[in-house]
């Protein structure tokens, strides 16, 4: 007898981290680990941001599935999406991440430019969920990650050329960015009409304390 799916929406729980005073912010940072990571030790990385720019808040949303990182205990990370099942989790991380913007822009009295920030796995999230949402910030940051290829054209060129800001980053010695992919990746952005900045630091897969000081600007 075959076995037939369904789908059922049920509530989930999804947790972010802060650092910083919402109520006094004058720019805000949502930023998006990679896949494995978690949000409370990415976040980490960017206190340097908020110490250097007063009245900046940083976000770190956190991706809705866990795993063990090895074997059945020990470490966990977590994943934005897989390919199991994928256009179901595209779509529950966006309505998640609309629902955390609409939130977090609330909470602020005063009006606010926004940074969006993706590492790695996070970068194509990112781009994804904008694909899909109103929201448009004032500053897209794909950082070690790529913008996703297997998108429709006219949703991608929309947004590309309406966002003010695009800046595309990744270490010298990234072993997942030679710089024929470098090259790839900036062309392809070029070819949906985006002007982005490119941005590179002495390092390999990983984030630059002064370079993300020197975002803030």
């Not at 789908?7 to 680990?33: E, K, M, N, S």
């Not at 866990?66 to 991380?93: C, H, N, P």
């Not at 309505?95 to 977090?104: P, R």
């Amino acid at each position: 007898m075959e076995a037939f799916e369904h789908r059922l929406v049920v509530p989930r729980t999804a947790r972010y981290y802060q650092i910083g005073d919402l109520a006094t912010a004058r720019q805000l940072w949502v930023v998006c680990h990679g896949y494995g990571q978690l949000a409370a030790y990415f976040i980490r990385h960017f206190r340097t941001v908020v110490e250097h720019a007063p009245g900046t808040v940083v976000v770190a949303p956190e991706g809705l599935s866990k795993f063990y990182l090895q074997g059945t205990s020990g470490r966990v990370g977590a994943t934005w999406m897989t390919r199991e099942d994928r256009l179901s989790e595209i779509e529950d991380y966006s309505t998640y991440l609309d629902q955390l913007i609409s939130q977090l822009l609330a909470a602020c009295p005063n009006p606010v430019t926004v940074t969006l920030l993706g590492f790695s796995q996070g970068a194509t999230t990112l781009s994804r969920w904008l694909m899909r949402s109103a929201f448009l910030p004032a500053h897209l940051v794909l950082w070690a990650g790529t913008f996703p290829e297997d998108t429709p054209n006219e949703a991608a060129r929309n947004l590309l050329t309406s966002l003010p800001r695009l800046s595309f980053v990744c270490g010298t010695a990234d072993p997942y960015f030679p710089r024929e992919k470098v090259d790839a990746q900036l062309l392809m952005l070029a070819e949906y009409g985006a002007t982005p900045q490119e941005l590179r630091f002495t390092g390999g897969h990983e984030l630059n304390a002064e370079l993300l000081r020197e975002l803030t600007a």
